[in-house]
């Protein structure tokens, strides 16, 4: 008798366990959500610059494919959605952050410049501008084979698998996406689209289609099957090579089967800077990685001795060559002490040869903007004024975005870029006006007004996170289209226009093989102590630097939720110097950089587009930029 009440007992206290077991997870799990807000997710996100792009992205997810499956099949889905931005006649950069072993890693399949270019290419930048149309212009291909490293390297899923949903987009009942209506209807791009060989794939007749028209592409169809069954190097050295380089060829394109064939992508370790709690990961050159580090670590808040001494790294300073050491030197560790020394490259006034870690005994401090100092209206136009001082010097250092892989005689620019000696030295040309000379910054005032790319940012459920940015450059790339394959070639090649030494405006000749430098900067953040993270990267050109800059001011530094902080107006500086506003950015603030003697100028287009993906503990939140008409999945 007392046996069974005993066995009564322990099954009560059992049942007892078994239902708290279920309640107190629940309770937990909806405190979490309750915590996190309606529009956090409890798992994983992917956020890319359309709502059909982003579910596909999540069902690879969740069909336990890896974030780079994810990204994969996002960017695949995007080439057909938005192709006047991106596609198989691009280039992809991905930035991976594996959460196992911590490492970030950077996949570059960038275009190179073919061995048989044109001759005095260059000598046809000004007429080629904005619009750079014509088959000179085309780079070799990398996306595919960038598709492929990255799933070799990550993939957890067939690679057939990654291409299926939009096989199923494009053989369904696919109409022309509201985005892609837009450009064709524009005025501007109207003339060149209608001569182009475009115009048998967008227009019907004499007219270009409209949002929600039938979208017929079974060329792109068919080759996508071909690559989903046979790989990669079916575009590379495979049967559908030849029938690229033919069409391309009819429109006086000089690519070979050997440019395809040699083709070969990069996996480096990514730039790490350090930015207060977080650590910021994002290309090398000759993508842009290095400018957005140099903006953001000119403006950050002063960091701490441990922090700076462990992971920081800055350039050895001298006045002049052979001088003694000035103030502004970076002492290295003991360890350490071994310089490499490169040619002395003068940055307005001061020489800069050496690395090793950064002390914060050589650090001044950074501005210290936070959301208690943009308060008031004074706080606020004090901030953009520091950011536009920025924005100027960091223009002037675009021409430092050589392929070192195809310049290896030129000093990295990453090193400089990322060193506090140099963040520094720019904190004190910083003053309270804004009407310095161009030569002040080191601009050139060069005409540059690009604008193009997609982005895709995914974090899967262990904490994996890739950003990608791919692109055919300005809109709908080179306007040459491939029939037989389906295929928009880039116009990438016109971006060696804005590649010169300082000083002279003179780009030098092309080298075979070379990547053109890019403002495209994927990139990651990792608080490892708080489990944070913010997954991040942009579209629109030379827009992208500005806006993605300005959403992690707001994110980290501003308290802005992710939505607001992708949303916020933002603004950027051009070539000479001269400040654009988006509409509706701050009158306010306008006037108030005004009377610093801020000039601005009004901009034609203002599409910068921002995709990311943030985690906040047990947070995960995703936003795909609106002005895109995106939207973020999630699960």
């Not at 690559?227 to 690519?255: F, N």
């Not at 001494?309 to 800055?314: I, L, Q, T």
């Not at 310049?407 to 140099?422: I, M």
């Amino acid at each position: 008798m007392a046996k069974g009440r005993g066995t009564t007992v322990s099954m009560a206290l059992l049942g007892l366990g078994m239902v708290l077991a279920i309640i107190v997870p629940a309770v937990v799990l909806s405190r979490q959500r309750i915590h996190c807000g309606p529009k956090a997710f409890a798992h994983a996100a992917v956020a890319a610059d359309s709502k059909i792009c982003s579910d596909i992205g999540r069902a690879i997810l969740q069909k336990h494919g890896s974030p780079v499956d994810a990204t994969i099949a996002a960017l695949v889905c995007t080439g057909v959605v938005n192709p006047q931005s991106m596609g198989l006649g691009g280039g992809v950069i991905f930035t991976i952050y594996n959460a196992t072993t911590g490492r970030v890693e950077v996949i570059n399949a960038r275009e190179r410049v073919p061995a048989s270019h044109v001759a005095g290419l260059l000598d046809q930048c000004e007429q080629a501008q904005p619009l750079g149309t014509g088959a000179q212009w085309i780079g070799v291909p990398g996306e595919l084979r960038g598709y492929a490293e990255a799933h070799r390297r990550h993939g957890r899923l067939p690679w057939a698998q990654l291409f299926q949903p939009t096989i199923e987009l494009l053989q369904g009942d696919l109409r022309v996406p509201h985005i892609l209506g837009q450009f064709l209807q524009s005025s501007f791009l109207r003339p060149s689209l209608y001569a182009s060989s475009l115009r048998q794939l967008f227009f019907n007749g004499t007219e270009p289609l409209r949002p929600q028209d039938p979208l017929l592409w079974p060329a792109l169809a068919s080759t996508l099957e071909t690559v989903a069954a046979e790989g990669a190097e079916a575009l590379y050295t495979g049967r559908l090579s030849q029938l690229l380089l033919d069409d391309i060829a009819r429109e006086g394109g000089q690519l070979t089967r050997k440019d395809l064939a040699s083709f070969q992508v990069e996996v480096v370790d990514a730039l790490a800077m350090p930015l207060g709690d977080y650590t910021l990961y994002s290309p090398p050159p000759p993508a842009g990685g290095a400018l957005l580090s140099f903006v953001l670590n000119v403006l950050k808040a002063p960091s701490s001795d441990a922090e700076v001494g462990a992971k920081g790294w800055a350039r050895m300073v001298w006045p002049t060559p052979g001088d003694p050491l000035s103030p502004l030197q970076v002492i290295p560790s003991q360890e350490q002490v071994a310089l490499q020394v490169e040619s002395c490259l003068s940055l307005s006034g001061v020489c800069i040869r050496g690395w090793g870690p950064a002390y914060d005994s050589a650090v001044q401090g950074g501005f210290n903007f936070s959301k208690e100092s943009v308060a008031r209206p004074e706080g606020r136009v004090n901030l953009y004024h520091h950011l536009v001082e920025t924005l100027k010097f960091a223009r002037g250092q675009r021409w430092r975005l050589w392929d070192p892989q195809s310049h290896p005689e030129v000093q990295n620019a990453s090193w400089d870029l990322l060193g506090e000696a140099l963040a520094q030295h720019i904190r004190e040309q910083i003053d309270a006006r804004g009407d310095h000379q161009l030569s002040h910054y080191s601009l050139a005032g060069s005409w540059s007004h690009r604008m193009g790319t997609a982005h895709v940012s995914v974090l899967g459920e262990d904490g994996s996170a890739v950003s990608a940015t791919s692109t055919i450059n300005t809109p709908f790339g080179a306007m040459v289209y491939s029939p037989r394959t389906g295929i928009l070639l880039n116009n990438e090649l016109l971006d060696l226009c804005w590649r010169h030494p300082r000083g002279s405006g003179i780009p030098p000749p092309p080298v075979p093989g070379e990547r053109p430098p890019s403002s495209m900067v994927p990139s990651i953040l990792v608080n490892a102590a708080q489990g944070s993270k913010l997954v991040i990267g942009g579209a629109g050109g030379e827009l992208i630097i500005s806006a993605v800059a300005q959403a992690i001011v707001n994110k980290l530094w501003l308290g802005l939720d992710l939505q607001a902080a992708i949303a916020a107006p933002i603004l950027h500086v051009d070539s000479k110097g001269r400040v654009e506003y988006e509409p509706s950015f701050s009158q306010e603030v306008k006037e108030g950089l005004q009377d610093r003697g801020q000039n601005q100028i009004k901009r034609l287009i203002f599409l910068n587009v921002v995709q990311a993906v943030s985690q906040d503990r047990a947070c995960v939140y995703a936003v795909s930029d609106p002005r895109k008409h995106g939207a973020p999945s999630g699960y």
